[in-house]
């Protein structure tokens, strides 16, 4: 990454100058080691606001406000909960959305429009509203919060996931900062998880809109762990301007430095949902090259780390090269195998459409590692993209299937 | 199923009229129970032959050389290995597919052009062709061979698929014959594995492939296993005439029993390869009712039973009917959540998009069963489909975790 960009240790979504944060345990979840399930976050000044969602037709409530609230451009505060998806009740997750965003408001002393609402958590039963009003007004916002509120959003997840970086626009340092949820249920082509980025750099809503689409397309759409797509899922973005930096015009050298920042924040909370996914044990990066087009790479990336198939056989160690043949094939992305080269950890195993005689076993051990990499060059073009995935694991199943019961 | 179409117990490919088979182990395969590995299916007279294929963009050398030789409508004989894809191996593949065939026709006294080749196995060996030259040539054909023919195709596969049907056309008795492979690396949206399907009907090529491709898109093409496609993935039907029945004529009541049966005995084997797919617990059958168009209804079933999530939650007896919602939302099909209704073993659990009070005890305990059937009405139109998916388990994840190593 660049060297103008710098990860900051133990950074959060309130390292960025202006934000606070804060979370409590209502009493929504009945799961997980991490018990807070009620989180705020808040700018102190106006913030412009950008969001990116879930494709699925079936949307949570939740969604469906902050999808409607989002469209003028500027947001002051968020308010997350986990535990309940606020999903398939019917035009009650639309009341009780509002309700939640009404106590924040009252609560921040914010207009109504202003406030930002997500949910996550089982899908057909109504968000606990009693438990909700109870516990709300006693959230405690602080400059501290951020990590508080990163595992408020957390469900099955194994740890919270945080990133924060700096870097200079206009001689001022500006931060980026955010944390993100997602366990199961995460396929590409969608915003598929819960994430919240935040910065203190100037930015119009048109600019922040079209930056967090660049960047979540590089990153939390080129993710697979289950080949599922949530009815919740949601990219959240608020730039609100403390940083005193110059506002950022598009496609000046600043912006290209922001955006290359914002995304190298995103691929890195994206990977760390993969890493930690249910029943992981291996990251799967793919990375296919000389496509015809970004989209071509893009697609077959994807159902290489989509890939059953190909999650197995990596969770078993098994150089099994067959099946990401396969999978490109299937993926749609136009394929000349006789100029195909295929390298698992950067050892070739196929080139010119044709086997060639690896070293089996050193590519097996190699394969033990946490993090295992396919690299296919088509020859076809000159895009290239990256994908990652999660393996599959007897755990996975075993977790998935006792999940409401 | 209509009473006009019996089954006939222990029946195979050869049940019908003319047709005769039979296998040997050649020791291509190395693994599986059942060692027979090389195949031949012959018709003692000309017939019609229709085929549908893998969409994959990677094809294996037989799956290419069959759809050439299928063109001119008409075929003897089918040569089948199981063990060896013969895929992903450059020109050689072809050329196998091409000496394996010239050594059938030299054995049956046909002419090459006539003989088709089909292949499953791993991907990405060469053929051994000098086990093929010294076994293919003492196969012994009868009209019993059906059954070990049936077992000669078979790879991970637990058991043999097979059926047979009688009907009645012009005062004839007419017989379709049908035997089926598949384990994994099963998805909609192809032929997705291997089935043969022989009939001593008389059809022509036309009308002959019209009908493979109405009852494939209703069985092989509505199964899921696990998301994945294979590459050689191939549906073959061939039409003998030895009934003596008359000629098949397009839009009439003898053509419509025909299809009719056609279908059953496709869906039989479809269902079958689900019932006994890899690491499979339970069958889950998916309808959709009452979608805007019969493309919409199958997009929404097959989702369902694609799902990682459905599939486990159905291994756990879990009636977690959000998941359900979700995968519908997931697969583009119009939906609006007010008119929706959800069955579970025909148990409602969701009407007019809102969960109902239903007694979740008796549900669990209902789920306990072999079956697991899912009912969705989406109150939008009047069209219907049925699509049929295994389970999720912890043996699949190990069965495929170490396949090639």
């Not at 070293?359 to 020859?379: D, H, I, P, T």
Request: glycine residues 8%.
């Amino acid at each position: 990454m660049a060297p103008d960009i710098e990860v900051i240790p133990d950074g959060s979504v309130t390292t960025p100058q202006g934000f606070l944060a804060g979370a409590i345990y209502a009493g929504i979840k009945t799961y997980g080691e991490d018990k807070l399930d009620l989180g705020i976050l808040y700018s102190e000044h106006p913030a412009s606001a950008a969001g990116t969602f879930s494709t699925n037709k079936v949307l949570a409530g939740s969604v469906k406000v902050t999808q409607r609230q989002i469209a003028r451009g500027t947001a002051r505060a968020v308010v997350v909960n986990s535990g309940c998806a606020n999903c398939c009740v019917g035009e009650q997750s639309i009341k009780d959305a509002l309700e939640t965003i009404a106590l924040t408001a009252r609560k921040l002393g914010v207009p109504q429009e202003e406030v930002l609402i997500c949910s996550t958590g089982v899908i057909g039963v109504e968000l606990p509203m009693g438990l909700i009003r109870e516990a709300l007004p006693k959230i405690t916002l602080s400059r501290e919060g951020g990590h508080a509120f990163a595992r408020a959003i957390l469900t099955t997840d194994t740890r919270p996931k945080e990133i924060a970086l700096a870097l200079s626009i206009g001689g001022r340092q500006v931060h980026i900062g955010g944390c993100a949820k997602g366990a199961g249920m995460i396929h590409p082509n969608m915003a598929t998880m819960l994430a919240f980025l935040t910065t203190d750099a100037a930015i119009d809503p048109p600019l922040l809109r079209t930056m967090l689409k660049e960047a979540v397309d590089a990153s939390f759409n080129m993710i697979d762990v289950d080949n599922d797509q949530s009815t919740n899922d949601t990219v959240l973005l608020l730039a609100n301007r403390a940083s005193g930096a110059p506002l950022l015009q598009p496609h000046t050298p600043e912006a290209d430095l922001f955006q290359q920042a914002l995304t190298q924040a995103c691929v890195s909370l994206a990977k760390d949902i993969v890493r930690y996914a249910e029943g992981a044990t291996k990251l799967i990066e793919a990375t296919v090259e000389e496509a015809p087009t970004l989209q071509d790479a893009r697609r077959a990336a994807r159902a290489i780390v989509s890939s059953n198939l190909v999650k197995t056989a990596v969770y078993g160690g098994d150089p099994n090269w067959g099946r990401v043949m396969m999978a490109i094939g299937k993926s749609g992305t136009p394929i000349d195998e006789s100029r195909v080269a295929l390298y698992i950890n950067d050892i070739c195993v196929m080139e010119g459409g044709v086997p060639i005689p690896y070293f089996k076993n050193a590519l097996v051990n190699s394969m033990k590692a946490r993090e295992v990499r396919f690299r296919v060059r088509l020859g076809l073009g000159t895009a290239r993209a990256t994908a990652w995935g999660s393996d599959l694991s007897e755990a996975y199943v075993t977790l998935n299937s006792a999940y409401s019961t």
